[in-house]
């Protein structure tokens, strides 16, 4: 099972970019998607996530800049991330996450974010 991530590059800070993350539609149902981060010589971090009933969760470094969206008719999910900051540079990883039976955590290649001071 893969999950495509895109939409990274290079951006000033105070640029905006969106991040999408493409799932196969069968394991979606029930399963929370949710953005992760990881910094050069840092641990991954939550971002955001979105449930399958359209629970919304942030981290609270991106509150209020970040928004997260999900699209089941086209088993997408969005990251519109705006006001960027040198801070979130960082390589972006989507997730979908079950936690009901059957339960499984499915991880997407990561895509890279740099802002530019």
């Known amino acids: 099972v893969q999950l495509q991530a895109s939409g990274g590059g290079l951006v000033q800070a105070g640029g905006s970019l969106r991040l999408s993350c493409e799932a196969p539609?069968?394991?979606?149902?029930?399963?929370?998607m949710a953005w992760y981060r990881q910094a050069p010589g840092k641990q991954r971090e939550f971002v955001a996530s979105?449930?399958?009933?359209?629970?919304?969760k942030y981290a609270e470094s991106v509150e209020g800049r970040f928004t997260v969206s999900r699209d089941n008719a086209k088993h997408t999910m969005y990251l519109q991330m705006n006001a960027l900051k040198p801070d979130d540079t960082a390589v972006y990883y989507c997730q979908v996450k079950r936690t009901v039976t059957p339960t499984y955590t499915v991880w997407g290649q990561g895509t890279l974010v740099t802002v530019s001071s």
């Open positions: 539609a069968r394991i979606l149902p029930a399963a929370v």
């Open positions: 979105v449930s399958s009933g359209g629970t919304i």
